[in-house]
């Protein structure tokens, strides 16, 4: 079994930045793809980031593509969206997952294994 533990929301001016990061229990942290969705209040949990393990691929959505970073670091179990030119649509609750199987990065929530329990972000105008 694996945990997922978010941490770094909060509230945030329009154009104001902030890093999430996503700690994850288990020994096989390196050979997961971790993903980064997103729900909003009312809307679907939507896709933002992900990165594989096998060689470091990294995925976007069209909303997060030049203003967030997908990283990690397998040494401290922990992956990290840096989140950059916020805006007041990027409100939502954050989640991270973690794919054991997918060699490639995945954009679909059903293809991810474990769920963290998410964290807050808003953005103010």
């Known amino acids: 079994q694996v945990q997922l533990v978010e941490s770094g929301g909060g509230l945030v001016q329009a154009g104001g930045s902030l890093r999430l990061s996503c700690a994850a229990s288990g020994r096989s942290f390196s050979r997961y793809t971790m993903g980064w969705f997103r729900q909003a209040p009312g809307k679907e949990r939507e896709f933002v980031a992900a990165?594989?393990?096998?060689?470091?691929?990294?995925l976007y959505a069209d909303s997060a593509k030049g203003r967030f970073t997908i990283s990690r670091n397998n040494a401290k179990n922990t992956v990290y969206l840096q989140m950059n030119s916020l805006k007041p649509e990027d409100t939502a609750v954050y989640y991270c997952?973690?794919?054991?199987?997918?060699?490639?990065?995945?954009?679909?929530?059903?293809?991810?294994?474990?769920w963290g329990q998410g964290t807050q972000v808003t953005v103010s105008s």
């Open positions: 990165t594989v393990w096998s060689d470091g691929s990294t």
């Open positions: 997952a973690a794919d054991r199987t997918s060699i490639v990065v995945q954009r679909s929530a059903g293809e991810y294994d474990y």
